[in-house]
C-alpha cells in the first residue's frame, strides 16, 4: 500500500494579489459573526503573505507584538487593526443591514 503524505494548508501562499487579499479579508469579516479573534487570524495570514516584518514596520509596531496581536488567541485593540488595515494597504467597509 502506498503511503500518502499530506502537508498542512496556509492560506498565506495563496493570497498573492491585493485584490485576493482584500477578498479574503471581506470574507472572514463575513464569516466572523462578531469573533474579533477570527479577523485578527484572517489578518495575520494576510500579513504572514505580506510579510510580517514589513507590515510591522508600516504599521508603527514590532514583530513580536504584531505575531501576538495577529495569532488569532486575543482580540487585539481597534487601534492595532486599524495600523495593520492601513499597513496592508486595505480599507474597512461599511454597510447598511435591513433587519
Known amino acids: 500500500m502506498v503511503k ?3 502537508t498542512r494548508y496556509d492560506v498565506a501562499e495563496h493570497l498573492r494579489t491585493p485584490e485576493e487579499m482584500a477578498a479574503y479579508l ?3 469579516l463575513e464569516e466572523a459573526n462578531g469573533d474579533a ?3 485578527a487570524k484572517a489578518l495575520g495570514d494576510i500579513a504572514r503573505a505580506k510579510g510580517m516584518t514589513q ?3 508600516d504599521a508603527g509596531l514590532s514583530r513580536e507584538s504584531l505575531y501576538k496581536a495577529l495569532s488569532g488567541d486575543r482580540a487585539p485593540s ?3 487593526i486599524l495600523k495593520v488595515v492601513s499597513a496592508l494597504g486595505l480599507k474597512l467597509h461599511a454597510e447598511a443591514v435591513h433587519i
Open 4 to 6: 500518502t503524505t499530506t
Open 26 to 28: 471581506e470574507a472572514s
Open 78 to 80: 481597534f487601534d492595532t
Open 55 to 57: 507590515v510591522a514596520r
Open 37 to 39: 479573534t477570527f479577523i
